[in-house]
């Protein structure tokens, strides 16, 4: 996988970790975070799942494109956003139980990384 795409990974799955963190935390939830990956052959998939309260994904509004001045407005709240731009897909199951982000990076030439 080429370095760029590995940055991008570590990048989508920490703002995802942020965010079941800061989802726990609002309601002083002392369980643990859980992450779980899949190496497959020609992907890596990441779940990253809380026990917060859970949200409604449809109810998260989009940001303003990046050139716009109007995203200098938004100093926080862009992590699914920028999950959905650095991963090839992105799953959201949340319920007043928690919520589970899945993210998957496809090996463009189908090779693992090393």
Do not use: W
Request: charged share 30%.
């Amino acid at each position: 996988m080429a370095p760029d795409r590995v940055a991008d990974l570590r990048l989508a799955v920490s703002e995802a970790v942020a965010n079941a963190i800061r989802a726990q935390e609002q309601f002083s939830i002392p369980d643990r975070v859980t992450i779980r990956c899949n190496l497959a052959k020609n992907f890596i998939e990441v779940e990253v799942a809380d026990r917060g309260r859970g949200f409604d994904p449809n109810q998260v509004p989009d940001l303003p494109s990046v050139e716009t001045p109007e995203r200098l407005d938004h100093e926080s709240g862009l992590g699914l956003s920028l999950i959905r731009e650095l991963a090839d897909e992105m799953v959201i199951e949340s319920g007043p139980d928690g919520t589970a982000v899945r993210l998957i990076v496809q090996y463009p030439d189908g090779s693992k990384t090393r």
